[in-house]
């Protein structure tokens, strides 16, 4: 089992950054790729990054590269995922996830969820 629990979304406005972390615990951690996820209103929820446990290999969707990174707190046991010069369509919940692969993480059927936490742009 694996448990993630997100923190960090709040109100920010265009053009801000944000920072959110993802608390991760299990017994088995260094078997999974770490990733995050974001679903808007009415839509679909959207792969975002993914990290290594090691760190050393992160993948980003084609959207978010130059703005987005991700990033592993080796003593804290989190990934972070940075937002830079936010835009109002990057509103949405913002999911923390892990995978024993990446190919199912992409495919957005990663084994275990967080909660979610809401990210909100305003103009």
């Known amino acids: 089992q694996v448990q993630l629990v997100e923190s960090g979304g709040g109100l920010v406005q265009v053009g801000g950054s944000l920072r959110l972390s993802c608390a991760a615990s299990?017994?088995?951690?260094?078997?999974?790729?770490m990733g995050w996820f974001h679903q808007a209103p009415g839509k679909e929820r959207e792969f975002v990054a993914a990290i290594s446990w090691s760190g050393g290999i992160t993948w980003y969707a084609d959207s978010v590269k130059g703005r987005f990174t991700i990033s592993r707190d080796y003593a804290k046991n989190t990934v972070l995922l940075q937002i830079d010069s936010l835009k109002p369509e990057d509103s949405a919940v913002y999911y923390c996830?892990?995978?024993?692969?990446?190919?199912?993480?992409?495919?957005?059927?990663?084994?275990?969820w967080g909660q979610g936490t809401q990210v909100t742009v305003s103009s």
């Open positions: 996830a892990a995978s024993r692969s990446i190919t199912t993480m992409r495919n957005v059927r990663p084994d275990y």
């Open positions: 299990g017994r088995t951690l260094s078997s999974y790729v």
